[in-house]
Nanobody
Framework: QVQLVESGGGSVQAGGSLLLSCAAS????????MAWFRQAPGKEREGVAV????????FYADSVKGRFAISRDNAKNTLYLQMNNLKPEDTAMYYC????????????????????WGQGTQVTVSS
C-alpha cells in the first residue's frame, strides 16, 4: 500500500526556517500533481504550495509567497517544502498530498483533488 511519509517538522522561533520532506513509501504511478497543505486547530485544511510533476510548475498561497519553496527530487521520489522567515501564523499540521488521476475541474487548492495523503508533521512557530 502506498504511503506518503512527511518529516522535518518541529518548533522554531519566528524568523526561523524548516525543511519538510515527503517520501513515497511504495510506488505512485505517474503522479500528476503534488502539494503541501496545512491545518491549524479549528481551521479548515488549506493548500500552501503545489507542484506539477510534468512541467515543474509551482503555485503558492498568497500567505506564503516569497517565503516558502516547493520542489521535488525525482530520483528520490521525494517532495520538499523549504520554509523561511516563519511566522506564528504558520503554526499547523503540514500534510503532503498527491494526485495521480489527472482530475479536471477541481481546484488545485481543494483537498478533494488529491487521492494520496501523508499523516502530517507538526510545525510550531513561537513569537
Amino acid at each position: 500500500q502506498v504511503q506518503l511519509v512527511e518529516s522535518g517538522g518541529g518548533s522554531v522561533q519566528a524568523g526561523g526556517s524548516l525543511l519538510l520532506s515527503c517520501a513515497a513509501s511504495g510506488y505512485i504511478s505517474d503522479p500528476y500533481v503534488m502539494a503541501w497543505f496545512r491545518q491549524a486547530p479549528g481551521k479548515e485544511r488549506e493548500g500552501v504550495a503545489v507542484f506539477y510533476i510534468g512541467s515543474g510548475s509551482t503555485f503558492y498561497a498568497d500567505s506564503v509567497k516569497g517565503r516558502f519553496a516547493i520542489s521535488r527530487d525525482n530520483a528520490k521520489n521525494t517532495l520538499y517544502l523549504q520554509m523561511n522567515n516563519l511566522k506564528p501564523e504558520d503554526t499547523a499540521m503540514y500534510y503532503c498530498a498527491a494526485d495521480n488521476r489527472g482530475v479536471v475541474g477541481v481546484s488545485r487548492w481543494s483537498p478533494l483533488r488529491y487521492n494520496y495523503w501523508g499523516q502530517g508533521t507538526q510545525v510550531t512557530v513561537s513569537s
